[in-house]
């Protein structure tokens, strides 16, 4: 791809030093560029990039997205006022929109989002649609794991992750998207089909200042890229959380409720925990998709491998956001008996104790 044909996706572009380049791939770290690379350099909390372009050129950058002027450029140069959001624009279209594709489900919340991503994988992969997942344990792929940097990796490390998911014949991604990951732009070119709340508290006020602004950044997943695609975009909203009304209000798109205390179109009942194990009833009316109305059985008996009573909020999310997109009941009581663990999160340890 020409980057005189990758700047044109980008907002507020201002060329510096004119030319033209085939660009063979993209690098916000002048460790990673290779010859034939665009190096985005941006100022950020620890490391200013702009002191790494010339090191980058020497890597063999041909061409320079930057969020300030280098006096002596030699090689294309373009500014652009925010680097990081400059380079969401443009990585979707470098790889090829590979979100267009798939079935992309966006998680966020305070808590929940690593296991409500595995417990979807499996439930897709239950339904026979190869599925994959990205988030804070990484990038995965049936057993391949494929580390990232982020809970919601920089864009290109994004796009590129999804670009080889659609590759290897995955059909769906559910993929942790944080509130700083939303906020900083780095999901920009993603196409979601689903976003699922699963609930918000005091957190991350460090980098947002107030519970207010942190919610606001998480509802950038419902209110601003529904707008982005064509694609039909259906948001599962935890109803108990105190922000599900700010949220349902907010969502651009259809809306499918999960709880436990108050009435939600998927609700739980008849709870028994252990630290092994969870069992409910799961009770579900019918839903509004669309032009389409579902009705799926009034109950089911869902039984999880993984235990703790947090873990029912988090496979009632992952059922929402299956049951939203169209899979029958059947599949998800079988997708959810599946996982027998998840790596890190209230995780059995077993040593032979008794």
Same mark, same amino acid.
């Given at each position: 791809m020409l980057f005189s044909e990758i700047i044109q996706h980008v907002t507020g572009a201002r060329v510096v030093n004119p030319g033209d380049a085939e660009?063979?791939?993209?690098?916000?770290d002048s460790r990673e560029v290779k010859p034939g690379f665009l190096f985005v350099a941006m100022q950020g909390g620890t490391f200013d990039g702009h002191s790494f372009i010339d090191r980058a050129i020497g890597a063999g950058a041909v061409a320079i997205l930057a969020e300030r002027e280098l006096a002596g450029a030699t090689v294309p140069y373009v500014v652009v006022p925010n680097g990081r959001i400059a380079m969401g624009e443009i990585a979707a279209p470098f790889f090829g929109y590979p979100s267009r594709g798939i079935k992309l489900i966006g998680v966020t919340g305070t808590s929940g989002k690593t296991t409500v991503t595995h417990l979807i994988q499996s439930i897709f992969n239950a339904s026979g649609r190869p599925a994959g997942l990205i988030g804070t344990l990484g990038a995965r792929i049936g057993d391949e794991l494929i580390e990232t940097k982020h809970t919601t990796p920089e864009s290109v490390d994004l796009?590129?992750?999804?670009?080889?998911? @659609?590759? #290897?014949? =995955?059909?769906?991604?559910?993929?942790?998207? &944080?509130?700083?990951?939303?906020?900083?732009?780095?999901?920009?070119?993603?196409?979601?089909?689903?976003?699922v709340f699963t609930n918000i508290a005091r957190d991350h006020l460090d980098f947002h200042g107030t519970v207010e602004a942190y919610l606001d950044a998480k509802l950038i997943l419902f209110t601003e890229y529904p707008a982005m695609s064509a694609k039909r975009f259906i948001a599962a909203i935890n109803a108990d959380d105190p922000s599900a009304e700010a949220v349902k209000a907010a969502t651009k798109g259809d809306v499918?409720?999960?709880?436990?205390?108050?009435?939600?179109?998927?609700?739980?009942?008849?709870?028994?925990? @252990?630290? #092994?194990? =969870?069992?409910?009833?799961?009770?579900?009316? &019918?839903v509004s998709v669309g032009a389409d109305v579902m009705s799926p059985p009034n109950t089911a008996k869902i039984r999880l491998q993984i235990g703790g009573f947090f873990n029912v909020y988090n496979a009632l999310a992952a059922a929402a956001a299956a049951i939203g997109m169209g899979l029958d009941v059947e599949t998800v009581v079988e997708g959810l008996a599946a996982v027998r663990s998840v790596p890190g999160r209230f995780e059995s340890v077993d040593c032979g104790q008794d």
């Amino acid at each position: 791809m020409l980057f005189s044909e990758i700047i044109q996706h980008v907002t507020g572009a201002r060329v510096v030093n004119p030319g033209d380049a085939e660009i063979a791939g993209i690098a916000y770290d002048s460790r990673e560029v290779k010859p034939g690379f665009l190096f985005v350099a941006m100022q950020g909390g620890t490391f200013d990039g702009h002191s790494f372009i010339d090191r980058a050129i020497g890597a063999g950058a041909v061409a320079i997205l930057a969020e300030r002027e280098l006096a002596g450029a030699t090689v294309p140069y373009v500014v652009v006022p925010n680097g990081r959001i400059a380079m969401g624009e443009i990585a979707a279209p470098f790889f090829g929109y590979p979100s267009r594709g798939i079935k992309l489900i966006g998680v966020t919340g305070t808590s929940g989002k690593t296991t409500v991503t595995h417990l979807i994988q499996s439930i897709f992969n239950a339904s026979g649609r190869p599925a994959g997942l990205i988030g804070t344990l990484g990038a995965r792929i049936g057993d391949e794991l494929i580390e990232t940097k982020h809970t919601t990796p920089e864009s290109v490390d994004l796009q590129r992750t999804l670009a080889y998911m @659609t590759g #290897r014949g =995955v059909e769906v991604v559910a993929m942790e998207a &944080s509130s700083h990951g939303l906020y900083q732009g780095r999901t920009l070119g993603c196409e979601f089909d689903c976003g699922v709340f699963t609930n918000i508290a005091r957190d991350h006020l460090d980098f947002h200042g107030t519970v207010e602004a942190y919610l606001d950044a998480k509802l950038i997943l419902f209110t601003e890229y529904p707008a982005m695609s064509a694609k039909r975009f259906i948001a599962a909203i935890n109803a108990d959380d105190p922000s599900a009304e700010a949220v349902k209000a907010a969502t651009k798109g259809d809306v499918i409720t999960f709880g436990i205390e108050k009435p939600a179109d998927l609700t739980a009942s008849n709870i028994e925990v @252990t630290d #092994r194990s =969870v069992w409910f009833d799961m009770a579900c009316r &019918s839903v509004s998709v669309g032009a389409d109305v579902m009705s799926p059985p009034n109950t089911a008996k869902i039984r999880l491998q993984i235990g703790g009573f947090f873990n029912v909020y988090n496979a009632l999310a992952a059922a929402a956001a299956a049951i939203g997109m169209g899979l029958d009941v059947e599949t998800v009581v079988e997708g959810l008996a599946a996982v027998r663990s998840v790596p890190g999160r209230f995780e059995s340890v077993d040593c032979g104790q008794d």
